[in-house]
T-cell receptor, first 112, second 113 residues
Framework: KAGVTQTPRYLIKTRGQQVTLSCSPI?????VSWYQQTPGQGLQFLFE???????NKGNFPGRFSGRQFSNSRSEMNVSTLELGDSALYLC???????????FGSGTRLTVV | DAKTTQPNSMESNEEEPVHLPCNHS???????IHWYRQLPSQGPEYVIH???SNVNNRMASLAIAEDRKSSTLILHRATLRDAAVYYC??????????????FGGGTRLMVKP
């Protein structure tokens, strides 16, 4: 079966712009989580959604937001981009909250 | 939150067993021990998890100390494709506490041909 699909794979944006990243989970998976990976901070949790409800949120500013649709697809949005937002953004899906996660290959965001 | 301690890096020879240690001295009775790995240019990949008993699957084995303060991920025959960063993660059984994965620095495994 198809894995977790993240689009786009690569993105270059300018400071101050906003960006929307998309994640399609494995069919049937209802839990979607987002993580940010940078060389300095490693992998950090952003938020988790289950059945269109945000279940948990990491320690990120309000510029980072997300949502989940009725088909479990999820989007995350970053407004007013800063240079420090340059990172690999990873999406992970799970059949239910608490089970093992399957990660996508990520979206590499570069802010210039 | 209970934390884990792993060596920054380890080296192994191809086709030899690899033992990746993880210390988690503050683990609580309801924490599961999960292992994920991240190959170059990919997202993390689930490897194995356990609570108290040793576990085996097609990828690896997980040996858990009797006091649960440490665990060891065992790759029985390392291949070049096993070169990755391996993360040991504690996850609470109680779903109400949130189920995010808290990644540490992990262990970078290098496999020599």
């Amino acid at each position: 079966k198809a894995g977790v699909t993240q689009t786009p794979r690569y993105l270059i944006k300018t400071r101050g712009q906003q960006v929307t990243l998309s994640c399609s989970p494995i069919s049937g998976h209802r839990s979607v989580s987002w993580y940010q990976q940078t060389p300095g901070q490693g992998l950090q949790f952003l938020f988790e959604y289950f059945s269109e409800t945000q279940r948990n949120k990491g320690n990120f500013p309000g510029r980072f937001s997300g949502r989940q649709f009725s088909n479990s697809r999820s989007e995350m949005n970053v407004s007013t981009l800063e240079l420090g937002d340059s990172a690999l953004y990873l999406c992970a899906s799970s059949l239910e909250v608490g089970l093992s996660y399957t990660f996508g290959s990520g979206t590499r965001l570069t802010v210039v | 939150d209970a934390k884990t301690t792993q060596p920054n890096s380890m080296e192994s020879n191809e086709e030899e067993p690899v033992h990746l240690p993880c210390n988690h001295s503050t683990i609580s009775g309801t924490d599961y021990i999960h292992w994920y790995r991240q190959l170059p240019s990919q997202g993390p990949e689930y490897v194995i998890h356990g609570l108290t008993s040793n576990v085996n699957n097609r990828m690896a084995s997980l040996a858990i100390a009797e006091d649960r303060k440490s665990s060891t991920l065992i790759l029985h025959r390392a291949t070049l494709r096993d070169a990755a960063v391996y993360y040991c993660i504690l996850r609470p059984l109680n779903n109400n506490a949130g189920n995010m994965l808290t990644f540490g620095g992990g262990t970078r495994l290098m496999v020599k041909p």
